[in-house]
């Protein structure tokens, strides 16, 4: 039952270094979302897709950019880091909007 | 526009005793709330949900949550705290009319004392 897999669960990159994060799920859900996790901030969306062919913004889009490869992935990247990027990324999916989210175990960035 | 409102970042129990940590919200549309729970270097998982069917929700682990619309509050409550109970406790809103999704709240720490 590995449910909603990221990789990496580590990474520490240089300023205007790109990276990508890698997000699989094996549960058959329509939509996916990327959060970001700050302390005291609780969980903010970056970006989300309601199903497969389609990508929007969420709160706090700037700096980012997604791809919905097929169903089950649901990739984020960064194209020039910044340390304001530092901060702890979850991944999550739902059968559909507004249904509860399936979180994976998040990928701890820092840039510096 | 909607909003969620966790009234206190820390709660410290003893083990054994009762657990309350308060939620409100605001929302224009009937909303869909949500308790998450998350360990440390995890994520969240979902305790239980608020979706008009009942007021009083039950989830997992013994926890639950009365949804007081004349209170805009959904406050989770644990009747006796276990040590495995230590985590972060978010409080979410769904409004159906944001296409924003989830709001989450800030979290409350909740320790708990042998």
């Known amino acids: 039952n590995a449910g909603v897999t990221q990789t990496p669960k580590f990474q520490v990159l240089k300023t205007g270094q790109s990276m990508t994060l890698q997000c699989a799920q094996d549960?058959?859900?329509?939509?996916m979302y990327w959060y970001r996790q700050d302390p005291g901030m609780g969980l903010r969306l970056i970006y989300y897709s309601a199903s497969e062919g389609t990508t929007d913004k969420g709160e706090v889009p700037n700096g980012y950019n997604v791809s919905r490869l097929n169903k089950r992935e649901f990739s984020l990247r960064l194209e020039s880091a910044a340390p304001s990027q530092t901060s702890v990324y979850f991944c999550a999916s739902s059968e559909a909007l507004n249904s509860p989210l399936h979180f994976g175990n998040g990928t701890r960035l820092t840039v510096t | 526009a909607q909003s969620v409102t966790q009234l206190d970042s820390h709660v410290s129990v003893s083990e054994g005793t009762p657990v309350l940590l308060r939620c409100n919200y605001s929302s224009s549309y009937s909303p869909s709330l949500f308790w998450y729970v998350q360990h440390p270097n995890k994520g969240l998982q979902l305790l239980l949900k608020y979706t008009s069917a009942a007021t009083l929700v039950k989830g997992i682990n013994g926890f639950e949550a009365e949804f007081k619309k004349s209170e805009t509050s959904f406050h989770l409550t644990k009747p006796s705290a276990h040590m495995s109970d230590a985590a972060e406790y978010f409080c979410?809103?769904?409004?159906?009319?944001?296409?924003?999704?989830?709001?989450f709240g800030s979290g409350t720490q909740l320790t708990v004392l042998p």
């Open positions: 979410v809103v769904s409004d159906f009319g944001s296409a924003r999704q989830l709001t």
């Open positions: 549960m058959n859900h329509n939509s």
